[in-house]
C-alpha cells in the first residue's frame, strides 16, 4: 500500500502540469461558453450538466491512462486495431441516427459516438506498425499495408456516412508516414489519392452552385455542364494519365532516370481517387456537399449551405475588442448563429468575450499544441514519438479546421473544436488522449 502511494506520488511528481493547465483553461472557456449558448434555447443547466458528466468521466479516464505504460500499447496493436474496427461495426448495429448519421450509442441522458476514440486507438495501431517495420519504409508492401488499415476504418466511418469524422486520418496518417522516413513521393501519391475521392464530388457541387449563380453566362454553362457529363471526366482522366507517361518517357531520354514504378503508382493513385469518389459521393447527401464548398462564395446559398458561415462572421466581427458581455451576444441569444453550443462555439466565445477572450483561447490552443510537440521530441522511444506526433497532428487539424470555418476560411465540415465544443464524446475522447500524451511525458524518467 506504501508502495502504491509511493509510486503516485512519483507520477504526479513528473506529470506535465504545463499541458494540464492549458486543458484546464479550455475546459473553463469551454463551460461560460456552453452555458451562455444554451441560454437562447432555455437548455444552458443540461448543456452545462451534461459535459460536466462528460469531463468528469474523462477525466477519470485520464487519471487512469496517464498511469497505464503507455509502451503496453505497442505489444497490444492488432488487439487495438480490432477492437476499433469492433467499435465502429457495433455502432452500425446497434447505433442510433442523428443528423443523417449512424454513428451514436444512445444511453439516454448522454450519448457516445465511438469513432472519437477509435481515432485515437488508429494512432496507437498505426504507430506500432510503424515502429515495428521501421526498416520497410521503402517498400511497396510497407504502404499497402499502412493503406489497408486507413481504409478499413474510412469505410466503416463512411458507411455512417459521416465524411467529416474520416477528415483527421488522412494528415495523421501523412505526418506519421513522413516522420518514420517514407519515401516524400509516396506521400505525394496518398495526397493525391486523398484530394480526388474527395474533390470530385466536391467539385461537382460547386459546378452545380456555379451554373445557378452564373445564368447569365452562357459560355460559362455550358463549359461546366460538359465538364459534369461521365464521358468527359473519361476524356479528362485519361488525358492527365496520357501526360504523366509521356513526361516520364521524355525525362528517361534526357536520361533522368525514374523507375516505371513510380509512373505506375502516381497514376494508380489516379484511379483509385476516381473510383472512391464514386462511393463518397453516394454516400453524401447534397446538402452536406454544399457545406464543404460554400465557404468559397456563401453567396452561392445565402439563405441555406451559406448562412451558418455568414451569421458566424457577422457574431465574431461584432464583439469587437472587448466583447458584447456574458450572455449579451446578440448573434448567439436571439438564435441568429446555428450550432452555437457544438460547431460554432469559437464564435461565442469571439461575440460576448470579443478579441481578448478570442486571444486567450487561441493563446492556450497553440502552447496546448506546442506542448504535444515538445512530448513527441522528448519522448524515450521512438513509438512513444509517433504517437505523441500522431495526436499532436489530431488536434492541430481539428484546432485550425474549426477556427478557420467559423471565420470563413475553411469548408463548413462539422468538425468540433476539442475541449470547447458541446460533446461528450469529445470530451471524453480528448481527456483521454492527453492522458496518452501525459503517460509519455512520465516516462521520459520512469520504466513504470
Known amino acids: 500500500m506504501i508502495q502504491s502511494k509511493n509510486f503516485y506520488r512519483r507520477l504526479v511528481s513528473v506529470i506535465d502540469f504545463q499541458l494540464v493547465f492549458f486543458v484546464i483553461g479550455l475546459t473553463f472557456i469551454s463551460f461560460v461558453a456552453i452555458y451562455s449558448a444554451g441560454s437562447n434555447y432555455g437548455m444552458s443547466f443540461k448543456y452545462l450538466s451534461v459535459q460536466l458528466l462528460a469531463f468528469s468521466i474523462g477525466l477519470f479516464g485520464f487519471i487512469l491512462i496517464a498511469n497505464f505504460n503507455y509502451q503496453y500499447y505497442k505489444y497490444l496493436d492488432k488487439f487495438i486495431y480490432i477492437l476499433s474496427s469492433l467499435l465502429l461495426i457495433s455502432v452500425l448495429i446497434f447505433g442510433s441516427v442523428k443528423r443523417g448519421t449512424k454513428g451514436w450509442f444512445d444511453f439516454g441522458f448522454i450519448s457516445f459516438q465511438p469513432v472519437e476514440i477509435a481515432k485515437i486507438m488508429f494512432i496507437l495501431s498505426l504507430a506500432s506498425f510503424l515502429d515495428r517495420k521501421s526498416k520497410e519504409t521503402g517498400k511497396i508492401s510497407h504502404l499497402i499495408s499502412v493503406f489497408l488499415m486507413l481504409t478499413g476504418h474510412l469505410a466503416l466511418i463512411m458507411i455512417q456516412p459521416d465524411l467529416s469524422s474520416t477528415?483527421?486520418?488522412?494528415?495523421?496518417?501523412?505526418?506519421?508516414?513522413?516522420?518514420?522516413?517514407?519515401?516524400?513521393?509516396?506521400?505525394?501519391?496518398?495526397?493525391?489519392?486523398?484530394?480526388?475521392?474527395?474533390?470530385?464530388?466536391?467539385?461537382?457541387?460547386?459546378?452545380?452552385?456555379?451554373?445557378?449563380?452564373?445564368?447569365?453566362?452562357?459560355?460559362?454553362?455550358?463549359?461546366?455542364?460538359?465538364?459534369?457529363?461521365?464521358?468527359?471526366?473519361?476524356?479528362?482522366?485519361?488525358?492527365?494519365?496520357?501526360?504523366?507517361?509521356?513526361?516520364?518517357?521524355f525525362l528517361c531520354k534526357l536520361k533522368i532516370k525514374i523507375a516505371p514504378i513510380y509512373p505506375i503508382i502516381l497514376s494508380a493513385s489516379i484511379l483509385f481517387g476516381c473510383l472512391s469518389s464514386l462511393a463518397i459521393e453516394k454516400s453524401l447527401k447534397d446538402y452536406q456537399r454544399k457545406r464543404f464548398v460554400v465557404f468559397l462564395n456563401p453567396r452561392f446559398d445565402p439563405r441555406g449551405s451559406g448562412y451558418n458561415v455568414i451569421q458566424s462572421k457577422i457574431a465574431i466581427g461584432s464583439g469587437k475588442f472587448i466583447g458584447k458581455g456574458f450572455k449579451k451576444g446578440t448573434q448567439t441569444q436571439l438564435g441568429f448563429l446555428p450550432e452555437q453550443h457544438t460547431d460554432f462555439i469559437f464564435s461565442v466565445v469571439a461575440e460576448e468575450g470579443g478579441w481578448v477572450w478570442a486571444q486567450i483561447t487561441l493563446f492556450f490552443y497553440f502552447f496546448f499544441v506546442w506542448r504535444t510537440f515538445v512530448i513527441a521530441k522528448n519522448a524515450r522511444d521512438r513509438y512513444g514519438s509517433l504517437v505523441a506526433m500522431g495526436l499532436a497532428t489530431m488536434f492541430m487539424f481539428y484546432i485550425v479546421i474549426n477556427i478557420g470555418m467559423v471565420m470563413g476560411m475553411m469548408p463548413a465540415t462539422g468538425v468540433p473544436l476539442l475541449f470547447l465544443s458541446y460533446g461528450g464524446s469529445s470530451i471524453f475522447s480528448s481527456l483521454c488522449a492527453v492522458g496518452i500524451l501525459c503517460s509519455i511525458s512520465m516516462r521520459k524518467y520512469t520504466h513504470t
Not at 476524356?235 to 509521356?246: A, H, N, P, R, W
Open 167 to 249: 477528415l483527421s486520418y488522412f494528415p495523421v496518417t501523412l505526418i506519421l508516414l513522413f516522420v518514420s522516413g517514407v519515401e516524400p513521393f509516396y506521400l505525394f501519391c496518398i495526397v493525391v489519392f486523398g484530394s480526388v475521392a474527395v474533390g470530385l464530388p466536391l467539385l461537382g457541387t460547386f459546378l452545380n452552385m456555379q451554373l445557378q449563380f452564373s445564368q447569365r453566362r452562357i459560355f460559362l454553362i455550358d463549359f461546366m455542364t460538359s465538364l459534369q457529363t461521365g464521358w468527359m471526366g473519361v476524356y479528362v482522366i485519361g488525358v492527365i494519365l496520357f501526360l504523366i507517361v509521356i513526361i516520364w518517357y
